[in-house]
Structures are given as C-alpha cells and as structure tokens.
C-alpha cells in the first residue's frame, strides 16, 4: 500500500515521465500519441501537434469547471461549519451533489437581458471575464511537465492576463444599466487596480530573487532543500512579500474582506446584478476558478510549487502536492472569508496605498540588498539567517508594540 | 511612525485572534437540527429541548370538558366552534364524580364512597361505572378532582389549528383546565396533505353511548 502510495504522489504518471523529456503538456501528449497510439503516429508531424494542442484544450476544457463544483461546495461546508451549521445535506450523501443540482438549475433558468442596456456587451462581458480566469491556467506549472505553456514571461503573462478582468467587469457593469451593476464595477475597477500594484512588487521580489519569469525556473529554484529553499522563508523580505501577496490576491479575486464590488448587503450583488441562468454561472465559476488560481500562483511563487517539503523525498510534491499546497491555501481564503467583515471603501483603499504599497517598497530595497550580500542565497547558512530574522522580528514586533498597544483597546480573545 | 507600526502589528494579530476563533468552531459539533430525519431533540447534546410550557397544539382532555364554551367566546380569531345539546330538565347523563388522579399520571373517574377527604394509610374505595367498586391505597393518590354533573351532549369541540394563532386565552379562562397546550414534540408536528385536517375534532359522541348518526342529526338540527 505504502509503496504503490508514494509512487503516487512522486510520479502519479508514471509511464508518461519514464519517456518523457517533455518540457508541456501539448509534448507529452505528442509523445504519448507517438508511441501509444499507433495509427496516429503516421500522420505528419504538424497535423500531430494540432491533435495534441486540441487534446490539451479538453483537458483544460473539462478539467478547470469541475473546479468550481468542488470549490463552490467546500465553501459551503466550511463556511456552515465555521456557523455551527451542517451547510448542503440532501443532494447526494452529506450534499455532495449539491452544487451540481444548483448548475442544472442554472441551465434552465430564463436567460435574462435587461432592454435598455447594452446587449453586445452585456453577452460579451461574462465571457471576457472566464476566458480571462481560464487563460490564467496556461502558465501555472502543475507538475514537471504538467504545464500548458512554459512561457518566458510567465508570471508576467499572468498579470496581464488577470488584470484584463477588470474590464469584463467594467463591461458588465456598464452594459446592465442598473446602478448597482455601475456601482459594483467602478469599485471593482478601482479596488483592482489599486491592488495590482503591490500584487506586481511583491512578485517581483520573487523574481529579483530567482532572476526568471518562467513559472518552471521559479519552482526549480526552490528544490533542493525542500521546505527550507520555499521561497517564502529564504529571505525575511520574502515572507513579508508573501503576506503583501496573499493579501492582494484576495482583493483582487474580489472575496470577503474585499468583496466590494459584490457587497450584497449594499449593491444586491454588484456587477453581476442583471445576470441570470447561464451568464450568471459563468461569473460564478470564473470566481472560484480565480480563486483556484490565485492560490496555485501564491504556492508557485512562495511555497515551492510542485516541489516537495523534505529534500529528496518529494513527499508533498508533484502535481498532487501542488494541489494539496492549493487547495490549504484556498481553504485559507474561505477561512479569512468567514472570518472577517467587509471593508469600507476609505479602508480598502487606506490599507493598500498607505500599507501594502509602501511595505512592498520596501520589501524591494531589502531584496535587492539582500542578494547583494547573499550572492548564493540558496546556501542553508543564508537561509538559516534568513529564518532567524523572521523569528526575532515576529517576537519582538510581540515585544515592542504588543506591550503598547494592549493600552488602547485591543482585540482580546474571548472564551466563546 | 510608532502608530504606524503598532497599526500593522494590531490589524495583523486580530486577524490571527479572529481566525482562530472560527477555527476553533469549525470543529464544534454544529447545532443544526435534521428535523424530518431527526426526530428526537435528545439527539443533540448542545440542542435546547422544546422550553417548558412552550405554546404548541391545542388538546382537549374532552372528558372534563363542561361544554362552557368560554374558550369559543374568548377566542380573537373564533377558531374554536362548540354545540352543545341540553338534556331534558332533570336529566343527567350522570351525577356529580370524583376523578382521582394518581402518582402514576393515570386517573380513575368515579364517586368515592364515604369521606371525600383522604387520610394516609388507608384504602380509598372508588364506584366507577365501567369496572364496579376499586379500591386503590391512599398514598397512591396524588390529588382529588370534583367533577360536576353532566346535563348536556358535548356533539362538536372543533379548534381549526390553521387559524389558531396559539395565543393561549382560551387554555387560560378554561375553569376545568382541561384545554392545553402541548409543550412536547407531538405538539409542533403539524404537516399534511389536506387543509382540513388541520381542524381537530375533539368531541367523542360515543362517549354518551350515543349512537353517532344520532348526534349527526341533532348536529343538522342546530
Ligand atoms: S390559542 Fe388559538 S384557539 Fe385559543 S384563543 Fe388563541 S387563537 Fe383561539
Ligand atoms: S372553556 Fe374549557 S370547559 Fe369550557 S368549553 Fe372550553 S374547553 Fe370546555
């Protein structure tokens, strides 16, 4: 058991990888038709390759909505237990149909389109915003060669792509003619490009440290030492960075706490206010498969991607500890989300220009000064340097303003 | 500059207080009640039992009834519908009784025979109708209730529970408190099928060996 198990999640594919120097997704699949599917492997080459692209668009095709299903129920549950309620229990055991049941029922529902807005952009605005989410997916490596597209400018073919969002939802907004939908999108578009900003600083620290912008030599840099080379605890200025990020991200997926652009209790549901049946599904899954894609790129840049914890091991490593390292991370959204209120706008934009911005600049300089010292910052003395100042600055930040700030009131815990 | 610091280390650290005070109750037993699946309270440990005197069904203990209809006249909504049908002067359908309620929550309806006060120790004897001369030991008894003679027929005691709004006056002006209010869980199960049956009959004909149909005409009469 234990064997077949660790095989499993060093090399779930075995076969494939025992051939394959295959640096994408579209040239395993090449490889794999060359030598498993004989009557294939006569057809010329370029005819072979297109075979190969389109196999790997299913894939995609197929695999990244079923994401939502399993996403959009993990929330429920773990939003209900966090409320001391079951959430979805009838569909299926335990609900587990639940979100399939809610997706028929999206089918049938009345597509709606409000008369006097803008048609051509209220039907192109929903796709616009999931092809964008979808094309997120191309760059991010899963595995070894788990990889649509290893890209050269990967990470910063991701933030332009995701930043494109906004004017779907700009579009959608525009185009519903209701005021909520205008309200929602304008916050969106401010809200999202505030948070670009210190979303690109802090991955350029990442990408001042390993001196790429492929996805692959960014997770390659962090093998080696296993959880000791993520990048989050390289440098002090990293871990920092990884908070800035992660932070961001959740703004710009638009999630509690920065949910404004949605904010049911005071837009009805922001931009997405006039869509209906289909249309609405499609914003639905883009929001959770954003998530999903967020989160894979925050454990790509920091936590070591498809790499493992222990060295040599790869145990939580490959593709499924990529997806585990994901999936904590998504459940740590959905955490924050139930956790946490909304903010105001003044907050929202307060913590972003006078912290996060600010804090990423700074996270630059000290990068920047840290490689010039530490020329070989994967050597273990650096690292173990690295670890220490992150743990004298968490105890003395305790030390020095948790003593202060007890004064004024703050937060204590209570025993419930 | 130090309130900037110490604003970053409060925002960061109540984020951690409040995340782990939802993780801590991500892992609490939920409170949720699968009621059709569920049927008993118990079940639940951290789930509160229906509350003590909690206003539920209307029931009528219809043997102690006397056909006052006080409740039918308090009633704000005029859910409760009552015909009574006199005996001829003179007549009774039986005398004043004794009902004798006892430790076990069961009761005996009957005259006593002798004192109607109960001493300790002793044998109480009860004529009943049904079973003759009983004789149960005093200590047993918990309490004697005097039931007046009955002179009329109790044809129909109706309480339509769809227009109820469970306000309660009509348990509270019963001077034989013999309408209540079930506090258990029998007394909040309600669904059906047909709006109808949601009017509960409480009178018993048979209970005057009163052939039924008879008791249909003189409901026709009225
Ligand atoms: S509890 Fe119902 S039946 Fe009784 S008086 Fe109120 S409304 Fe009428
Ligand atoms: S008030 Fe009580 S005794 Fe009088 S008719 Fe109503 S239920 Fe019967």
């Known amino acids: 058991m234990l064997p077949v198990f660790q095989q499993f999640v060093q090399n779930p594919f075995p076969e494939f990888f025992a051939q394959a120097g295959s640096e994408n997704l579209s040239q395993l699949v090449l490889e794999f038709l060359r030598s498993h599917v004989p009557f294939l492997a006569t057809l010329p080459d370029p005819v072979l390759q297109l075979i190969a692209m389109l196999a790997v668009c299913v894939i995609f095709v197929a695999v990244v909505p079923l994401l939502p299903l399993f996403l959009v129920l993990a929330e429920r549950k773990v939003s209900a237990h966090i409320q001391d309620r079951v959430g979805p229990m009838r569909v299926g055991p335990h609900g587990v149909l639940q979100t399939l049941a809610d997706g028929v029922k999206l089918i049938f529902k009345e597509d709606h389109i409000p008369r006097q807005g803008d048609k051509i952009l209220f039907i192109v605005a929903p796709y616009i915003i999931f092809a964008c989410s979808f094309a997120v997916f191309a760059a991010i490596p899963f595995g070894k060669s788990i990889l649509v597209s290893n890209l050269n400018i990967g990470i910063f073919y991701i933030m332009a792509i995701s930043s494109v969002v906004v004017i779907g939802v700009i579009m959608a907004g525009w185009a519903s003619n209701s005021k909520w939908s205008l309200l929602g999108a304008l916050r969106s578009a401010a809200q999202i490009v505030s948070y670009e900003i210190p979303i690109g600083l802090s991955i350029l620290a990442v990408v001042m440290l390993v001196e790429s912008l492929k996805m692959q030599d960014i997770v390659m840099n962090q093998g080696g030492l296993g959880i000791l080379s993520w990048i989050v605890f390289r440098t002090p200025f990293t871990f920092i960075a990884f908070f800035v990020f992660f932070i961001s991200a959740i703004a710009e997926v638009n999630r509690t706490p920065f949910d404004l652009p949605e904010a049911e209790s005071e837009l009805v549901a922001g931009f997405h206010t006039e869509y209906s049946g289909m249309r609405f599904a499609l914003f639905f899954i883009a929001e959770y498969a954003n998530m999903f894609a967020v989160s894979a790129i925050a454990a790509t840049l920091f936590l070591g991607g498809w790499k493992g914890i222990i060295p040599g091991y790869e ?21 924050i989300r139930w956790t946490l209120p909304r903010l105001r706008v003044d907050q929202l934009m307060n913590l972003c220009w006078k912290y996060l911005i600010p804090i990423s600049f700074f996270n630059i300089l000290g990068i920047g000064i840290w490689v010039l010292i530490f020329q070989n910052d994967r050597n273990p003395a650096h690292i173990g340097i690295s670890l220490l100042i992150i743990i004298l600055g968490i105890i003395g930040a305790y030390l020095v303003l948790g003593k202060r700030s007890s004064q004024s009131p703050a937060p204590r815990a209570s025993s419930a | 500059m130090r309130q900037y610091f110490s ?5 960061v650290y109540s984020v951690f207080i409040g995340m782990a005070i939802t993780f801590r109750q991500l892992f609490k037993p939920s409170v949720t009640h699968q009621y059709p699946y569920e049927h008993s309270f118990e079940q ?6 229906i509350p003590q005197g909690y206003r539920g069904q209307l029931f009528n203990r219809i043997e102690d009834c006397i056909g006052c209809k006080k409740c039918e006249m308090i009633c704000p909504v005029d859910c409760i519908y009552i015909t009574t049908e006199k005996l001829p002067k003179g007549e009774r359908l039986w005398d004043s009784m004794n009902v004798v309620h006892l430790k076990d929550r069961t009761e005996i309806v009957g005259m006593i025979e002798g004192d109607e006060k109960i001493e300790a120790d002793t044998t109480v004897s009860i ?25 009329f027929y109790l044809d129909k005691f109706d309480i339509d529970m769809s227009l109820c709004m469970y306000c309660g006056l009509c348990t509270e002006v019963c001077p034989t408190e013999c309408l209540i209010m079930i506090d258990t869980l029998e007394g909040i199960e309600y669904s059906t099928f047909d709006r ?16 039924l149909d008879e008791a249909a005409d003189a409901e026709a009469a009225d």
Not at chain 2, 134 to 146: C, G, H, K, L, M
């Open chain 2, 127 to 151: 004529q009943t109708r049904e079973r003759g001369a009983v004789e149960i030991p005093s200590e047993q008894v918990a309490r004697v209730v005097e039931r007046k003679p009955v002179i």
């Open chain 1, 315 to 335: 145990f939580l490593g490959g593709t499924p500890g990529f997806v585990i390292k994901t999936m904590l991370l998504v459940f740590v959204m959905m955490w």
């Open chain 2, 7 to 11: 604003n970053i280390y409060l925002g």
């Open chain 2, 196 to 211: 109808t049956n949601l009017i509960f009959k409480f009178a018993k004909p048979e209970m005057y060996d009163k052939p």
């Open chain 2, 44 to 49: 639940k440990k951290n789930v509160r039992d």
